[in-house]
């Protein structure tokens, strides 16, 4: 069943991108697959706030996306999302297909066999940069100093050598 926020076509693209991670552009060219998974959710409520949580803005994701379009030619972005009128909002581009779906393990599915990864929070968007093996892009800043995530956070522990950091 499809969720209502997905259309029947965009889900068939996705499943066909998928498949063998082969995707060509207009013009016949092989593209990138770069999977980006951003958390909003529960992380927006003022409780999550308090505690010291913060989350990606777009320009983090825009700069996060430049990244990989100034190294590759062409590049295919899969957004999966908690927040889909934000992301939509926020987020103008041909060349991003962005995603709200039902189902944890099609995202978790998405995110692994993805080239690379953008992450914004959470160890759900984690896990999927991990089981990448690309290339990942994390939110440098995922707490606020000073609160309670902040004091007992240790980012070095948390995302490993070679990942990106990006604020």
Not at 41 to 65: K, P, V
Not at 72 to 100: G, P, Q
Not at 130 to 140: D, E, I, Q, T
Request: proline share 3%; hydrophobic share 40%; glycine share 8%.
């Amino acid at each position: 069943m499809l969720d209502s926020n997905r259309t029947e076509a965009e889900t068939n693209h996705v499943i066909g991108v998928m498949k063998g991670l082969t995707h060509t552009t207009k013009n016949g060219a092989f593209s990138v697959l770069v999977g980006i998974h951003v958390r909003r959710g529960d992380y927006i409520s003022q409780n999550n706030i308090n505690y010291g949580f913060r989350i990606a803005d777009e320009n983090y994701l825009r700069n996060a996306m430049k990244l990989f379009l100034d190294e590759y030619r062409n590049v295919t972005f899969l957004m999966l999302c908690t927040d889909l009128a934000w992301c939509k909002e926020k987020i103008h581009t041909t060349n991003v297909i962005i995603f709200s779906t039902p189902v944890p393990a099609v995202d978790m599915c998405i995110l692994s066999k993805s080239q690379h990864v953008i992450m914004t929070v959470g160890t759900f968007g984690w896990w999927g940069a991990f089981l990448s093996r690309g290339k990942v892009v994390y939110y440098a800043s995922p707490a606020t100093s000073n609160t309670t995530y902040g004091n007992v956070l240790v980012i070095e522990d948390f995302f490993p050598p070679g990942w990106i950091a990006l604020t």
